[in-house]
């Protein structure tokens, strides 16, 4: 089944306490992205990859990095966590930067105390 | 910074009715794209539009790129308790890139 996937769902965590998300897909995708989702404004793009070693800052990235060392995995990585980057998460990938139609994962619920 | 604007915000209708959701900016956009959201899980995509003026049917739904590609609507006919969800749009710029939603719509069908 074509999808992306994302880990872990729920993550309670410190302030400080480095963590990463993972997102993985399965569709041969170039294009990967992260968005996060607040009540209010919306979905907002942190990072996005065009293709392997390749990255890019969204419109919200501080505080937030990115890597894509395999065409498939795009891990976000939050150095040292603060209680405003409590949000919903979702990664997205597509075909390549040319077709727009992106798919989401299931999302990780973060909460930062 | 492009922004997207969509209206009405939340909208609560009955089974049957039509009704038309709004999707504007002041930025062009090469492509929109509409998705539909239900709680607990990502977005789906419903369609995109790319040509300005473009219509797009896609069963009860019909979707329009508005001529100066800045704006779009989504018209749903005879709505169903199954469309309830949060509808956004998403405009991307012009390198295929960068990606701007919309604060969504969010859409209730009572029985």
């Known amino acids: 089944e074509a999808q992306v996937t994302q880990n872990p769902r729920y993550l309670i965590t410190v302030t400080g306490k480095k963590l990463t998300v993972t997102c993985s897909q399965n569709?041969?995708?170039?294009?990967m992205s992260w968005y996060r989702q607040d009540p209010g404004l919306g979905l907002r793009q942190i990072y996005y990859?065009?293709?392997?070693?390749?990255?890019d800052k969204g419109d919200v990235p501080e505080g937030y990095k990115v890597s894509r060392k395999e065409k498939r995995n795009f891990p976000l990585i939050l150095e040292s966590p603060s209680p405003n980057q409590t949000s919903l998460y979702f990664c997205?990938?597509?075909?390549?930067?040319?077709?727009?139609?992106?798919?989401f994962g299931p999302g990780t619920r973060l909460t930062v105390t | 910074t492009q922004l997207l604007e969509q209206s009405p915000q939340f909208l609560s209708i009955q089974e049957g009715e039509n009704l038309t959701v709004y999707c504007n900016s002041s930025?062009?956009?090469?492509?929109l794209q509409w998705y539909r959201q239900e709680p607990g899980e990502g977005p789906v995509l419903l369609v995109t539009?790319?040509?300005?003026?473009e219509v797009k049917k896609l069963k009860r739904l019909t979707f329009q790129f508005g001529d100066a590609r800045k704006d779009s609507s989504l018209h749903i006919t005879a709505a169903q308790p199954g469309d309830t969800g949060l509808y956004l749009c998403?405009?991307?710029?012009?390198?295929?890139?960068?990606?701007?939603f919309g604060p969504g719509t969010r859409l209730s069908v009572l029985p």
């Open positions: 997205a990938s597509s075909f390549n930067q040319g077709n727009h139609e992106q798919y």
């Open positions: 930025s062009v956009f090469s492509s």
């Open positions: 990859s065009m293709n392997v070693e390749v990255t």
């Open positions: 569709m041969n995708h170039e294009y």
């Open positions: 998403a405009g991307a710029d012009n390198y295929g890139q960068n990606f701007v």
């Open positions: 539009v790319v040509t300005g003026g």
